[in-house]
């Protein structure tokens, strides 16, 4: 199974930018489709951003589009996404996740399609 550690979390004024990084550990994420989901105070978990296993494809919510980027490095087992124009809406614990089965892209705004999460990481953006 795949370990995942999220990082690049803080505080941020709003309108400012930040970069997480997801790192795994225990077997390569190849293969397999990976996402950030995020979760605010008193809210349900949300899907924010996915890439597809080949890396070719992603996909974002509405309320993040044209403002965060993910991106995938397969070599080094990392996956990035970098934020910009931060809102204090925006703030939230930010998850990572890796895809329950390789070769596979649909439903990748489900969270029961991912099998392995981090365990979160902070962002707090100021107004």
């Known amino acids: 199974q795949v370990q995942l550690v999220e990082s690049g979390g803080g505080v941020v004024q709003a309108g400012g930018s930040l970069t997480l990084s997801c790192a795994a550990s225990?077997?390569?994420?190849?293969?397999?489709?990976m996402g950030w989901f995020r979760r605010a105070p008193g809210k349900e978990r949300e899907f924010v951003a996915a890439?597809?296993?080949?890396?070719?494809?992603?996909w974002y919510s509405d309320s993040v589009r044209d403002r965060f980027t993910i991106s995938r490095d397969d070599a080094k087992n990392m996956m990035d996404l970098q934020m910009s124009s931060l809102r204090p809406e925006d703030t939230a614990v930010y998850y990572c996740?890796?895809?329950?089965?390789?070769?596979?892209?649909?439903?990748?705004?489900?969270?029961?399609?991912?099998?392995?999460w981090g365990p979160g990481t902070q962002v707090t953006v100021s107004s």
């Open positions: 996740a890796v895809g329950r089965y390789p070769y596979i892209d649909t439903g990748y705004t489900d969270p029961k399609n991912f099998g392995s």
């Open positions: 225990g077997r390569s994420f190849r293969n397999l489709r």
């Open positions: 890439i597809s296993w080949t890396g070719s494809f992603t």
